[in-house]
């Protein structure tokens, strides 16, 4: 009975055989390659019993993956960035309570950055002048009293001194190291740090008539900041600062460090600021649309007698094209263009004036 019903089924055992191998080897072949995809990413399996040069390079992989990498290097800049933050206090009257001597959140003015290790530092200038109180800074827990203010209007920074020696200080970028999506950290004196992105780094309102003797442009932040953070630092990943902070409450602009970088030397040296003047009011073309090209500064009316533009015969209704062989464009504007100068430096413009290009030398003028 037995080998009867094998003799007339024997042909659907087989096909079921057949079947039930092929199944299990396209499910094995199947299973392997969602273990590889999922499980194991980077091939490590593939790699055992291989020699370790063709293993590290695949933890390292795995490594950044996780992002335990990019997560040691935040938190190592932020850590030593806070080391050259300092914190301002609205300074307390004399008392004999030793409560009302001691300083507090209620105190706080905002944060500045130590910019030498003998106690210069920079802020925004509107702190240290908000409320018309006088203004204390607070390193390592030691209150110092400010000395030596020194205001620049051109950036809305101001420079001051505390007597010590020994601070720590960080590195200055270079603003046009960085790039509009890059992820920037804003470090203030409590030690607290938001990771943010630069939307960016040529921001400012709608200006119709800009002078050639100011800053204009701003980092533009993606998040708003709180208070806390005012007069800080915006820091890379090399932990080097290339914005500070702005005042307000929910702030989203800082002042790129390239905009000041250039006048520390002369600050440090003579404890006294200068700016190079060139004394334009112009409408640069790069904004503005209708005029039949998108670059150049129109010079928007005469010079003032007496400053350096009217001295070198620059009028009305010129179109400056070039400084010292550098295109005015969106990317490089009259007035950053004359202000990387110093006073008296000699810069060259190139202007079309009625239909003809000339070269017109300047002697820069100086101001504070």
């Known amino acids: 009975m037995d080998l009867k019903f094998w003799q007339k089924n024997k042909e659907s055992f087989l096909k079921t055989v057949i079947i039930a191998v092929v199944f299990g080897f396209l499910a094995g072949i199947v299973g392997q390659m969602v273990a590889r995809v999922y499980l194991d990413p980077y091939n490590l399996a593939l790699n055992y019993g291989l020699d370790d040069e063709k293993i590290y390079p695949r933890i390292d992989e795995l490594k950044k993956f996780s992002g335990s990498e990019y997560d040691e290097i935040i938190g190592e800049v932020a850590e030593n960035s806070a080391k050259s933050i300092a914190r ?13 001597t001691l300083y507090s959140d209620a105190d706080f003015a905002g944060n500045a950055f130590i910019l030498t290790t003998d106690g210069w530092m920079i802020s925004v200038s509107e702190l240290l002048s908000k409320e018309k109180r006088e203004i204390v800074v607070a390193v390592d827990g030691k209150i110092y009293k400010t000395e ?21 200080t960080m590195a200055l970028g270079d603003i046009y190291e960085s790039g509009v999506g890059q992820t920037v950290l804003a470090v203030n004196s409590y030690g607290n740090t938001v990771l943010t992105h630069i939307e960016n780094l040529n921001y400012h309102t709608e200006i119709d008539i800009k002078s050639s003797d ?32 702005s005042s307000g409450k929910d702030i989203k ?57 009217a001295s070198a015969g620059i009028k009305k209704g010129d ?37 003809r290009e000339m070269v017109v030398e300047v002697v820069l003028g100086e101001g504070k």
């Open 88 to 100: 301002l206090y609205y300074k307390k009257n004399a008392s004999e309570d030793i409560l009302k």
């Open 214 to 245: 100011k800053y204009y442009d701003e980092i533009l932040l993606k998040d708003g900041l709180s208070s806390r953070y005012a007069g800080s630092v915006l820091v890379n990943y090399s932990g080097e600062i290339i914005g500070v902070v």
């Open 319 to 355: 179109l400056i094209s070039k400084v010292d062989g550098i295109n005015v464009d969106k990317n490089s504007s009259l007035n950053q263009l004359i202000l990387q100068n110093n006073p008296k430096d000699r810069v060259e413009l190139t202007l079309n004036r009625d239909g």
């Open 148 to 168: 030596k203010k020194i205001v620049d209007p051109v950036t809305g920074l101001a420079f001051f001194k505390i007597n010590g020696t020994g601070f720590s």
């Open 253 to 309: 602009t800082a002042i790129p460090v390239n905009n000041f970088k250039r006048i520390i030397p002369l600050v440090l040296r003579q404890e006294k600021l200068t700016r190079p003047i060139l004394g334009l009011d112009y409408i640069d073309l790069a904004e503005k649309e209708g005029y039949g090209q998108s670059r150049g500064a129109f010079v928007y009316k005469d010079p003032v007698r007496g400053t350096p533009a």
